[in-house]
């Protein structure tokens, strides 16, 4: 079998402050939270080994993306770093032949309060929705996904994310590793982190697979709302969105590949 995995590091257990998550600028500070960003997708990675892959190639989708250790990982795993200006973005690399993707140290949409480093795609927005729904980088990318007939069978990251999410994905096992309120952050133990990672992704890929993935929407409806007024009145003139406040541009569109074009210069 082969899986797919996107890692982010705001999603988890022990990152509760902006610096920790910037290896580039502060690497001796930010070496422990990399460290365990890599340990966690090491247990996803064994769980999933454990139920029967063979092959599993993890997207390092957090900032410059050169976070985790390959070396730490098993033999069976390639890691793609860095970006290429894809459309996919966090979930490049997946395709139709991946039989299940997971989604390791994923965090909380813009504006939610469930972890003190939430955001979508940049910290420049107060809101983004998508259909109506809070919009977080799992709903973008486990949907991407789906586009690829890839179904998302596990998702570790803040409490309120899994709370978000928990419907969008019929087979979708959670793990939560921390709680956050404010500007503080509650973590589980690291080591306790990654045994419930093994244990879910084991368990998430033991399913019956043929009836994991999710059903996408017919058409895709995106509303940011901007920190900046002056940032909603420059996003506005990128095709396909109009106007609609002071802060928040819209956009309509029957194709979730629009949607994805964008992220990268309107968020």
Known sequence: MKVFISADIEGTTLTSAWHQTRPVNDLKNAQVYTSQMTAEVKAACEGAIAAGADYILVKDAHGPAV?????QLPSCVEVIRSWNGHPYA?????DGSFDAAMFVGYHSAAGRCGNPLSH???????????NGMVCSEFLLYS???????????LLTGDKMLISDSHD????????????GFGGMIRCIHPVL????????????MRQDLSKALCTLPEKYVLEISYKEHRDAVRCSF?????QVDDRTIRMETKELTDVLRCVSLVF
């Open 67 to 71: 976070n985790l250790d390959l070396t």
């Open 90 to 94: 966090m979930a490049y690399g997946v």
């Open 120 to 130: 979508t795609y940049t910290t420049k927005t107060t809101s983004v929705k998508l």
């Open 143 to 153: 949907w991407t996904c789906a586009l690829e007939g890839v179904p998302t069978v």
């Open 168 to 179: 969008l994905h019929p087979s979708l096992k959670t793990v939560a590793v921390k709680d």
């Open 193 to 204: 982190a990654c045994e419930k990672i093994r244990e879910a992704a084991e368990t998430a």
């Open 238 to 242: 990128y095709p396909g969105f109009t």
